[in-house]
């Protein structure tokens, strides 16, 4: 599968998650095998009006190869955001938001809402696709909720006009994150698209996507919640999907690869703001591990690049 030119070897996407996929959270992820990185989210109309912050999380790192999601619900906007984000950072993709199930995207008529218009999806994706020259991407779900799952005509649309690819979550809005996703409308998108189709939804281990991958037929796997804490994962389902023997990280390389993570973080957006959002990576990190409870309470309390790089020293260490 290949994107702008950029080929998936390992057919495998980190899905864009709000408040996790930052700019080094993606560079780890992209060290042990993802292909194909996509931002956090952001919102069209900010773009347009010169939003700081939203700026600093469109920005890739330097050298970076990634795509940049944006949301809203307005063609113009979401064009003309497209427009400038392009020039800015010339990024692999633009990646369309039409997924995101939080109140707050849904009552704004973005994120998952879209889906109920068919119609303004496809407008939206021919407007971007107009204002720009690079490839066009949609991430979506199955449908508002189970009496409203339209997934086959939002992807026809979306591909009618112009889309490069459907990324695929296997639940409804209304799911949410519960219940399991289901990959029965990831067969039919594959039977009725000629675009490539990436499936996701509870990708944990690599027998969830090779099984993902053979079931639905899809082209490549976007890995989300299952990375997080464990962005190792990427290098296990990569070498299954080559069929090879996988050697898993030793204890000291998972703690050197949290220490990049951090000193990558601190790097990006200075001690004061990424220590606060390292907290619930290195929580994730310390999941399952001997005398967690206790760590995540000093994680709950750490304020400086000090203290977390003296918690990553402590993980993966056998008690």
């Known amino acids: 599968m290949e994107i702008n030119g950029y080929e998936l070897k390992n057919r495998l996407m980190l899905a864009p998650m709000a408040g996790v996929t930052d700019s080094a959270f993606r ?23 010169g939003d700081k912050k939203t700026d600093s999380i469109a920005r890739p790192a330097e050298g970076e190869q990634v795509a940049i999601q944006i949301f809203g619900s307005e063609p113009y906007y ?59 991407g949609v991430k979506m779900r199955t449908g508002f909720d189970d009496a409203h799952k339209n997934a086959l005509t939002v992807a026809q649309a979306v591909e009618n006009a112009g889309a490069a690819y459907v990324c695929l979550h296997g639940r409804t809005r209304a799911q949410m994150y519960s219940g399991s996703a289901e990959r029965e409308t ?27 991958l053979e079931e639905t037929g899809c082209d490549a796997v976007a890995v989300g919640r299952g990375a997080m804490g464990r962005p190792w994962l990427f290098s296990e ?70 203290d977390a790089l003296a918690v990553a020293e402590e993980l993966f260490c056998q008690g």
Do not use: F
Request: hydrophobic share 45%; with cysteine.
């Open 186 to 212: 990831l067969k039919l998108l594959k039977g009725s698209l000629a675009i490539p189709l990436i499936g996701n939804g509870d990708i944990r281990c690599a027998e969830d996507a090779l099984s993902m």
């Open 27 to 49: 560079r780890l992820c992209a060290h042990y095998g993802a292909d194909y990185c996509v931002t956090e989210m952001v919102s069209a109309k900010a773009v347009c009006y």
């Open 237 to 306: 389902i990569a070498a299954a999907l080559r069929g090879e023997p996988y050697a898993p990280p030793s204890d000291g390389e998972k703690r050197a690869a949290v220490v990049r993570h951090i000193k990558d973080a601190v790097a990006a957006k200075g001690a004061v703001v990424a220590v606060l959002e390292l907290r619930k990576h290195l929580a994730w990190y310390s999941k399952g591990q001997y005398g967690s409870a206790e760590l995540r309470g000093r994680i709950n309390s750490i304020a400086t690049e000090k």
């Open 78 to 136: 979401m064009a003309k955001a497209a427009e400038m984000l392009v020039k800015k950072y010339r990024p692999l993709a633009i990646d369309i938001n039409m997924g995101c199930p939080v109140p707050k995207c849904v009552k704004s008529g973005e994120g998952s809402a879209l889906m109920k218009d068919p119609e303004l999806c496809r407008r939206i994706v021919a407007e971007v696709k107009d204002a720009i020259d690079l490839p066009v």
